[in-house]
Every structure is written in C-alpha cells, then in structure tokens.
C-alpha cells in the first residue's frame, strides 16, 4: 500500500515522468522510439565530428536497446548516402565494421537494417540523386571488410 501510495503521489507531481525518470530510471525500452531516433542521431554525428569509435560504442550501448540497434545501420547508411565526400563513406566503414566485430550489433541486426535501406532506396534517391550508386559501392566495401554476407549483399537493388 505504501509503495501504491508513493507511486500516486510521484505521477501527481508537475513533471512528474521527469521525477520517476530519477527514482526508477528510464534506460532501455522504455525510452520511446522518437527518442531514441533522436539520440542515436546524435551519436552518429558526434562519431562523425570526434572519430571516436570506442564512444560511440559506449553510447550505444549506454542506450540498452540491442533490439534497435538495426535503427544505428540505417541512420548510418542513410549517411553515407546523403554525403558528398570519402570522409564519412570511411568513418561509418570502420563504425560498423567495429562494431560488429565487439559484438555490439549483431549479425541479424545488421541485415535489418540494410534491408530497410534496401526498401527506402527508391525514396531515399528522391531526395538524393546517385544514391543508388552510392549505395551499391558501400555495401560491395561492406562485403569486402566482412561487415555483411554475400545473400545479404546481393539483395542490394540497383539502377
């Protein structure tokens, strides 16, 4: 009854999801998705500012959600595309490619999130002409770096 009663009185405060936030934390999937779009957006352009690759594997993992990890791939990619020059085609390489070998994205996370890339492509080349070819040059140097397998590799669409 105690509990029940600190619980309702928590909820009743202005703010209150903030107050439950620092008693009972937030991590995880609880955070919503807008959120956590928004902070794994954040990451990547903090990676792509810093070249920090062991920060942004603790960040990602600070964010506890392995389950949404595919949402990192295709931010990254989405990157990748949207660029003009080899700096972030590099950096979001070794992103990836160091992340997958920590373990920290797993196998089918990548693939998932690929095949969403793979899905938006003829929307996502609305926006960002050649994106097609781009595309198609990342993820034959995703292969080749050991990053995706040749089924998921194939799949790629083209022009």
Same mark, same amino acid.
């Given at each position: =009854?105690?509990?029940l009663d600190r619980a309702t009185v928590l909820l009743s405060m202005t703010k209150g999801g903030? =107050?439950?936030d620092s008693v009972w934390g937030s991590g995880?999937? #609880? #955070?919503? %998705?807008?959120?956590?779009?928004k902070e794994i957006d954040m990451l990547l352009k903090e990676y792509l500012l810093s070249g &920090?690759?062991?920060e942004a594997e603790r960040c990602l993992q600070e964010l506890e959600v392995p389950h949404f990890h595919h949402e990192l791939v295709y931010e990254a990619i989405? !990157?990748?595309?949207?660029?003009?020059?080899?700096?972030?085609f590099k950096m979001i390489l070794?992103?990836?490619?160091? !992340?997958?070998?920590?373990s920290v994205i797993t196998v089918d996370q990548m693939k998932r999130g690929y095949e969403r890339v793979y899905c938006e492509i003829p929307d996502i080349n609305l926006d960002v002409p050649h994106?097609?070819?781009?595309?198609?040059?990342? %993820?034959?140097?995703?292969? #080749?770096a050991g990053i995706i397998s040749?089924?998921?590799? &194939?799949?790629?669409?083209?022009?």
């Open positions: =009854r105690a509990a903030k =107050r439950i995880g999937g #609880q #955070q919503s %998705v807008k959120h956590l779009v &920090d690759v062991l989405v !990157l990748v595309l949207e660029s003009t020059g080899e700096k972030t070794d992103l990836l490619k160091t !992340l997958l070998r920590s994106s097609y070819s781009v595309l198609e040059r990342f %993820v034959e140097e995703c292969f #080749q040749k089924p998921l590799r &194939d799949l790629c669409p083209s022009r």
